[in-house]
């Protein structure tokens, strides 16, 4: 069945050095939808990128991400880490069956 | 902006207790869903709907039932409630585009 890894549980930074999450899955499904939600403390959790474009860079709020279709990867980046940026992001895949798969989340921990 | 609310916001029972956690969405979505968040599970899907009387069976569905009632309205009940269902609780609906919308989440002990 589908599947989504994200082998970060923990991913501590410090303010100003760029951040990377990672995020590979798998799915028999050409037309896929990748997601990257982010839930803050205390809010709810809300969309940060998607896309199903092979190549294409995505980008919102200064992250950006591009889905590789050949190695089935949608990293997440910024060039900057903000103590702001600090949450829990979840990637997540759709395969056009309403259906949703969410990976285990990585926390991201920003520190001045 | 979509609009996704739960309630209670925060839940106590006992061993055994009945708990019913409410949803509404009032963006006409046709999809809703419930979720269990758990450290190092991430979001799991209990149960989730395409419609009023609908409901499809997610991936961890034991020990949950479900009700959608209206377009709007779709209820997570616990009859038996466990330990093991202690956590924090989402709801979602999705619409066209396949963007969730979440709500700000129910926290669950049970004790």
């Known amino acids: 069945g589908d599947s989504v890894t994200q082998k970060e549980g923990l991913v501590t930074l410090t303010e100003g050095l760029p951040v990377m999450l990672n995020c590979t899955y798998q799915?028999?499904?050409?037309?896929?939808?990748l997601f990257w939600y982010v839930h803050y403390l205390n809010e709810s959790p809300r969309l940060l990128l998607k896309?199903?474009?092979?190549?294409k860079r995505t980008e919102h709020q200064g992250f950006h991400a591009t889905l590789h279709k050949s190695s089935s990867s949608f990293h997440l980046q910024k060039s900057s880490a903000q103590l702001s940026d600090s949450a829990l992001y979840y990637c997540?895949?759709?395969?056009?069956?309403?259906?949703?798969?969410f990976g285990a989340g990585t926390r991201l921990k920003v520190i001045a | 902006e979509a609009a996704v609310t739960q309630s209670p916001r925060n839940k106590v029972t006992v061993t055994g207790g009945n708990v019913t956690l409410s949803c509404r969405q009032t963006?006409?979505?046709?999809?809703m869903y419930w979720y269990r968040q758990d450290t190092g599970h991430g979001l799991r899907l209990i149960h989730y709907?395409?419609?009023?009387?609908?409901?499809q069976i997610g991936d961890v569905p034991d020990g949950y039932k479900a009700t959608r009632t209206t377009q709007e309205d779709f209820f997570l009940l616990l009859e038996l409630a466990s330990p093991s269902q202690t956590s924090l609780y989402f709801c979602?609906?999705?619409?066209?585009?396949?963007?969730?919308?979440f709500g700000a989440g129910t926290r669950l002990s049970v004790l």
């Open positions: 896309s199903s474009t092979d190549n």
């Open positions: 963006n006409s979505h046709n999809y």
């Open positions: 799915t028999i499904y050409s037309n896929a939808f």
């Open positions: 997540a895949l759709n395969t056009g069956n309403y259906k949703y798969v």
């Open positions: 709907s395409y419609g009023a009387g609908n409901l």
């Open positions: 979602a609906s999705s619409g066209w585009g396949n963007t969730l919308y």
